[in-house]
């Protein structure tokens, strides 16, 4: 089973925090975007796409990757991010983000891009594109796994549920749902606007497998998809507790940066922020 050593964690927590440099880059070059969401988001896709998932950038299409599917697609300035680094495609395209022409659109767009799974686009709909993804491979007795990235905002969407209903009645253990608990949506905190708790319950009466963990703890993420991995009689959530904005000590925590343009001023302090937590992650592991 996975494991991860100290070397490790800290290469995961280096990408993270590159990652979320580049959401910045991307998002001041394209005047527009959101920023809470893919900088909460950074530690669980590092551990993802660097860890965790059964890929190959330079065989985008192989049969036997792993799926990703990010549902709440307006966070994608992350996806693209960790995709480049990857190796899926140059790390300079990262700039054309929202860009006429762009491969890099405000939401992921199915064969625009290596490594992109799925169209993104109305909230609510990517669990039930993942569970067909993971009714397919059953199937075809295929050993691959999809694990799909939801909003805990899209909690209250009706097909959501559908779909999450579907796959506790097929036991689907090659299904995992990660969900961006960051209890903030466009208008407000989510348990102002539709409050979701307690949600851990919710999942468990349908019929799922259910984790909590701390979204910025890579040790505990990596635990939480080698359970996943071993779990073979129900679907997996794990319910990742994160930060919006983490990193960037303005943005955390605040709803109104869920889709915000930054100033100049904003900007040259979110970077020196970011750089200073690098700074503070890498004396941390010495």
């Not at 050593?5 to 995961?12: A, N």
């Not at 998932?53 to 299409?61: G, T």
């Not at 209250?156 to 796959?167: F, K, S, Y």
């Not at 969900?179 to 606007?193: M, P």
Request: charged share 25%.
């Amino acid at each position: 089973m996975d494991s991860i050593t100290d070397d490790e964690v800290l290469k995961i927590e280096g990408v993270a925090n590159l990652l979320r440099q580049e959401v910045i880059h991307m998002l001041v070059e394209a005047g527009s975007g959101h920023v809470g969401g893919p900088l909460g988001m950074a530690d669980i896709m590092a551990t993802l796409y660097f860890k965790t998932l059964r890929h190959d950038p330079k065989n985008p299409k192989w049969h036997d990757r792993d799926r990703f599917v990010l549902s709440n697609g307006h966070t994608c300035p992350i996806l693209y991010a960790s995709l480049a680094h990857a190796g899926y495609f140059p790390v300079e395209e990262l700039k054309t983000l929202r860009k006429l022409g762009s491969r890099l659109q405000g939401h992921p767009h199915r064969g625009a891009l290596p490594g992109v799974e799925t169209t993104s686009g109305p909230l609510g709909s990517g669990l039930a594109q993942a569970v067909g993804m993971a009714l397919a491979a059953r199937m075809d007795g295929a050993k691959w796994r999809t694990y799909c990235m939801t909003s805990d905002g899209e909690h209250q969407e009706g097909n959501h549920w559908e779909a999450v209903l579907v796959a506790g009645k097929n036991r689907l253990s090659n299904l995992v749902q990660i969900v961006d608990r960051n209890v903030i949506q466009i208008d407000g905190f989510t348990e102002d606007v539709m409050p979701l708790e307690p949600l851990a319950d919710k999942y468990r009466s349908f019929n799922w497998n259910v984790l909590e963990v701390n979204g910025h703890d890579v040790r505990a993420l990596v635990a939480a998809f080698t359970e996943a991995k071993a779990t073979w009689e129900k679907p997996t959530v794990i319910i990742a507790h994160t930060t919006p904005g983490r990193g960037v000590d303005f943005m955390e925590n605040r709803f109104e940066w869920h889709s915000k343009v930054m100033k100049p001023d904003q900007v040259r302090l979110a970077l020196h922020e970011l750089r200073t937590l690098r700074d503070s992650i890498r004396s941390e592991h010495q």
